[in-house]
């Protein structure tokens, strides 16, 4: 048999080494490439000030994350948390969205994905399981998220902080 001998440049020019050369070639230009550009750091949107008042569960609704400033509320327990740093969760399309703007307490205590309508929903009707529950949710979002205030009972007085702070500064 005769052997064929194969110059080093029919072996640079075969088809399969073709590709491979520029494929290497183009992952080298995209290296390169990345060292010059400039990364834009991504924009955060400035924090909103952090909001301190007793609601009523109508003042509560505003808060569902729909409005333009997007905050998000919820109550536990007559506690007010503001959930907006959880918004995909709490947020308009999240999964728990039927919280916003509402009290919650009822809804995490039976495991239900839904928030009481009422006026004013009284949970004295759950068993010691779901009072603990709900409790346990306070204490969770207590830990995790900013309080507001305290969700009111139909005739209840709001509690004034400004007052109540500007009495701990001259104290």
Not at 107 to 135: F, I, N, R, W
Not at 145 to 159: C, N, Q, R, W
Request: net charge negative; glycine share 8%.
């Amino acid at each position: 048999m005769a052997e064929t001998e194969t110059s080093f440049w029919d072996e640079l020019t075969s088809p399969l080494n073709l590709v491979l050369i520029f494929f290497i070639v183009y992952l080298l230009y995209k290296i390169i490439r990345s060292q010059f550009e400039t990364i834009e750091p991504a924009r955060v949107p400035p924090p909103m000030p952090k909001l301190r008042k007793d609601m009523t569960v109508a003042e509560l609704k505003k808060y569902d994350g729909t409005n333009e400033e997007g905050r998000v509320l919820l109550a536990v327990n007559s506690v007010i948390f503001d959930v907006t740093a959880g918004k995909r969760f709490y947020g308009p399309g999240g999964p728990y969205s039927a919280f916003a703007g509402k009290d919650a307490t009822r809804g995490l205590a039976t495991g239900q994905v839904a928030a009481s309508d009422k006026e004013y929903d009284d949970v004295s009707d759950l068993g010691p399981d779901e009072v603990a529950s709900a409790k346990e949710w306070e204490e969770q979002f207590r830990e995790k998220y900013h309080i507001v205030g305290k969700l009111l009972k139909p005739g209840e007085t709001p509690t004034n902080y400004d007052e109540e702070t500007e009495d701990k500064k001259s104290q």
